[in-house]
């Protein structure tokens, strides 16, 4: 069974740089076609998708947040990472990080960690 | 804004069907995936695929789409239904991935 945990300050100061790991247990984040994604909620609201790392490290990023994220991968520590520069207030979520499986006609996130909460305030 | 567009609320009676809908152009090429998520939770997915379940979902959850609409049907909701849906599909590139507003079910 495939875990995540993210990990990482759930305070950040606005106009510095936000970052998560996500440790993946239960299997390696090499095997399979599967790509690893961030996503996020701000308290009462929906779903943002943030982006995406395959393996190889290739990317894809959200187009509103593009400009201020980096997602990394360290396969030897089954590991990937997220990095949100220049935060503001309105950066304060619930970050998720999960696993995606895209088919050619569909995308599912199958496995989620559990969130973490990060505020940004002074 | 999102792409995909889902009714902020739906209320259903015990026992009774439910559809909850998702609306967007990427449906018309991409299949939705649908999210239920209860409070303090993450998202468990229900539905993938053209109308696939993880194992240990329920078969009262069934999904179904026509033109630039994905529904998500509850046959007989219970009262552990009742929680926040999202939808999500790929965007019109393909290469990203977008989620609907996210509807709160109501079961009364």
């Known amino acids: 069974q495939v875990q995540l945990q993210e990990s990482g300050p759930g305070l950040v100061k606005p106009s510095q740089t936000l970052s998560l790991t996500c440790t993946v247990s239960g299997g390696s984040i090499s095997s399979g076609s599967y790509y690893w994604s961030w996503i996020r909620q701000p308290a009462g609201k929906g779903l943002e998708w943030i982006g995406r790392?395959?393996?190889?490290?290739?990317?894809n990023y959200n187009p509103s947040l593009k400009s201020r994220v980096t997602i990394s991968v360290d396969t030897s520590k089954n590991q990937f990472s997220l990095k949100l520069s220049s935060v503001t207030a309105a950066d304060t979520a619930v970050y998720y990080c999960?696993?995606?499986?895209?088919?050619?006609?569909?995308?599912?996130?199958?496995?989620w960690g559990q969130g973490t909460l990060v505020t940004v305030s002074s | 804004s999102s792409e995909l567009t889902q009714d902020p609320a739906v209320s259903v009676a015990l026992g009774q069907t439910v559809r909850i809908t998702c609306q967007g152009d990427s449906l018309r090429s991409y299949y939705a995936s649908w999210y239920q998520q209860k409070p303090g939770q993450a998202p468990v997915l229900v539905i993938y695929g053209k109308n696939n379940r993880p194992s240990g979902i329920p078969d009262r959850f069934s999904g179904s789409s026509s033109g630039n609409t994905a529904s998500l049907t509850i046959t007989g909701a219970q009262a552990e239904d009742e929680a926040d849906y999202y939808c999500?599909?790929?965007?019109?590139?393909?290469?990203?991935?977008?989620f609907g507003g996210g509807t709160q079910l109501t079961v009364l």
């Open positions: 999500n599909s790929r965007d019109s590139s393909g290469n990203h991935a977008v």
């Open positions: 999960a696993r995606a499986r895209y088919n050619w006609n569909d995308v599912c996130f199958d496995y």
């Open positions: 790392i395959y393996t190889s490290g290739s990317t």
